[in-house]
């Protein structure tokens, strides 16, 4: 348990803005920041952060909260990581009880993972630093790769012994449990269910999540041997998919972010190497094909990516026809290649900082432009493969979902490939016309599919379930909603009414509800925990609410508080239309939340009698329900008179 004086210093010290800003390229707008959704792939940003309120909504998905609450949709961390790894961010010290084996057995499946992979890193950089084995093999060949002691502790290198039981045995000892071992891909289950290394005798690069916790490793052999492979990585578990990092991120996000541009290069050794030179906004695909999530992956933080790639021309033909991916996503993609036989790691080693920076600076090409000379190169005089060589460049350009962007590349196309530029476009409205067919048809398809069959059972929030639990109607909903706006709204707020006077609005409108049910579970919570903090004399503000455990309360209150648009400051000079106030008669605003909800409540009960009574037999059980209902008529017409004179008032 973190104490809750803790837990305040670390809100206290938690800005929202710095803290998202490192996972969602932000903008200021207003009195807010906007992004794109780190939750949905979106092109037109609907994800918005207030400073002043302390809290964030994403109006694609409907996530909201603190900046607790975006740790743990984002990254998947309970209530507690999330503080933890806030503490840690603002140096804040959390006093926690030694973590022993049986604790560990507690632990969630994810976190056991975590906790393993963390000590893995821990036991190969130790081993790299600290043994004569590892400073002889594994310590002498980073030197050897010119890797400073700086960067070998910054991206926590390691080596792995070169026996079979070194890490795993050392592992068990310690209290770390098999299952675990194994599944985060550390250890390998022989044919007699008793473990070994999978990385023995290699040197170890630990791939570190978005928010800096090592999920996996890329083992490097150091031997001769071609039946060994070169590079073993982790497998995919629970805590690692390879589709979903990239190597080097977390250490260059805030660069990236400031140069509004990411490197993207091959390997690990290209990123140290970049990275010691100066150049700390890139990241490596380690090894694989880039995949969408990547592209995404990068787009939070800049729309401009610039490819380094290796000097092999294969190599670089190969790779062409995946990056249109990199244009669908409504990015900026810009190629550097360097001379044959060098790839970053070795060119900058061999030139230094300033050259390197020279030669990208100065050879750098827009992609589809760079992807023209390349092919054209290749076709020669052929027409044949120079008419393929065209359909393949256009086809890329029909990729990029800016009409206007596309038509420029067209132009400069139509320039490098000695063709007319009516051509091409001519060729460009076909392709686009006929994928925009292809998606109608699969639109159509899926449609079809989905009348052919029965339709989903789906929870109806509005229905009444089976039982006999009552049934919350919209309109019961909204308005048991609004009292909790106006609650979060105005609650530390005096009243300031003829005949009421030197109360907060908080403890008067729970008051006045107290013979009021709330019927939607959240509210009904909500209003609960708030009569409670009035009767232990706190007046509870929004801020409780926000960074509430409970993930429902916290939804709650940050839908209440989070608007999408805003008016701006200027509004009333430009449009001279006027928008009403509700803070203007606060008397009629509070008043009248409070009585229509109570007139609703009480159209309920009517409701419930007038059904009772046409099943009512006996003459006296009528008269019984009769009176009842003549009564509550009476309560429904004096509200509707109280809040006639309120809201004209």
């Keep these: 348990m973190i104490q809750k004086s803790t837990i305040d210093r670390i809100m206290e010290a938690t800005d929202i803005v710095e803290v998202i800003g490192e996972f969602v390229q932000l903008k200021k707008r207003g009195a807010n920041y906007v992004g794109l959704s780190p939750f949905a792939n ?83 950089h130790e081993s790299l630093l600290d043994t004569d084995e590892g400073k002889s093999i594994g310590l002498s060949y980073f030197k050897e790769r010119g890797f400073s002691t700086e960067i070998i502790k910054k991206f926590e290198l390691g080596y792995s012994p070169d026996q079979w039981e070194a890490f795993t045995g050392t592992a068990i000892k310690e209290g770390y449990q098999q299952q675990f071992l194994e599944e985060s891909g550390l250890s390998v289950k022989r044919d007699n269910g008793t473990l070994y290394d999978r990385y023995r005798g290699r040197v170890m690069f630990p791939i570190h999540s978005f928010t800096g916790r090592i999920i996996a490793f890329g083992g490097r052999t150091l031997k001769k041997d071609k039946n060994v492979p070169k590079y073993v990585n982790s497998p995919e578990s629970e805590i690692y998919h390879k589709s979903n990092v990239l190597y080097g991120l977390y250490f260059a996000k805030k660069a990236i972010r400031e140069e509004d541009n990411c490197y993207l290069v091959e390997g690990y050794a290209d990123v140290l190497s970049v990275v010691q030179a100066g150049i700390e906004n890139v990241v490596a695909s380690s090894g694989t094909s880039l995949t969408t999530e990547q592209i995404r992956l990068i787009s939070r933080f800049t729309k401009n990516i610039t490819i380094l790639y290796d000097g092999d021309a294969a190599g670089i033909k190969a790779s062409l026809r995946g990056l249109d991916m990199i244009l669908e996503e409504g990015l900026n993609v810009k190629v550097v290649s360097f001379p044959d036989g060098h790839d970053p790691d070795s060119y900058v080693r061999s030139v230094g900082t300033n050259a390197f920076k020279k030669h990208i600076d100065e050879n750098k090409k827009d992609f589809i432009l760079y992807k023209a000379g390349i092919l054209l190169k290749e076709a020669g005089t052929d027409p044949i493969k120079k008419a393929e060589i065209i359909r393949e460049i256009v086809e890329s350009i029909a990729k990029i979902p800016d009409s206007i962007k596309a038509s420029v590349f067209i132009k400069e196309c139509s320039y490098i490939l000695q063709i007319d530029e ?123 609410f926000i960074h509430h455990s409970s993930k429902a309360i916290v939804n709650l209150a940050v839908d209440m508080l989070a608007t999408k648009y805003t008016l701006s400051e200027n509004w009333y000079e430009m449009h001279k239309i006027l928008v009403n106030d509700e803070q203007a008669n606060m008397k009629a605003t509070i008043l009248g939340a409070i009585f229509h909800l109570k007139k609703h409540k009480v159209g309920k009960i009517l409701d419930g009698l007038r059904a009772e009574l046409q099943k009512a037999e006996s003459e006296a059980d009528q008269e019984i329900l009769l009176n009842q209902y003549i009564r509550m008529k009476k309560v429904e017409k004096s509200i509707s008179d109280f809040l006639g004179s309120v809201i004209i008032k």
């Excluded at 919570?525 to 801020?543: I, K, M, S, T």
């Design 422 to 544: 009516r051509a091409l476009l001519s060729e460009l409205n076909k392709m686009r016309q006929a994928k925009a067919k292809k998606d109608g048809q699969q639109q159509q398809n899926q449609n079809s599919r989905y009348s052919q069959q029965p339709p989903p059972e789906e929870f109806d929030y509005y229905s009444a379930p089976d039982n006999d639990e009552p049934k919350v109607s919209k309109d019961e909903h909204l308005q048991e909603k609004e009292i909790i706006r106006l609650l979060l709204l105005y609650g530390n707020k005096m009243i300031d009414w003829d005949g009421i006077a030197n109360t907060y609005i908080g403890p008067f409108m729970i008051a006045e509800l107290g013979d009021v049910t709330f019927e939607e579970e959240a509210c009904k919570l909500f209003v609960e925990l708030y009569r409670q903090e009035v009767e232990n004399g706190v007046l509870p503000d929004d801020a409780y």
């Design 42 to 124: 979106e092109r037109t940003p609907s994800f918005t952060v207030s400073p002043a309120k302390g809290i964030f909504k994403d109006f694609s998905t409907g996530k909201g909260g603190s900046a607790v609450t975006f740790l743990m949709e984002l990254e998947k961390f309970s209530y507690p990581e999330a503080l933890k790894w806030l503490a840690k961010k603002y140096s804040i010290e959390v006093e926690e009880t030694v973590e022993a084996p049986e604790n560990r057995e507690e632990e969630q499946r994810r976190e056991s993972l975590m906790i393993v992979t963390a000590y893995a890193a821990k036991f190969f």
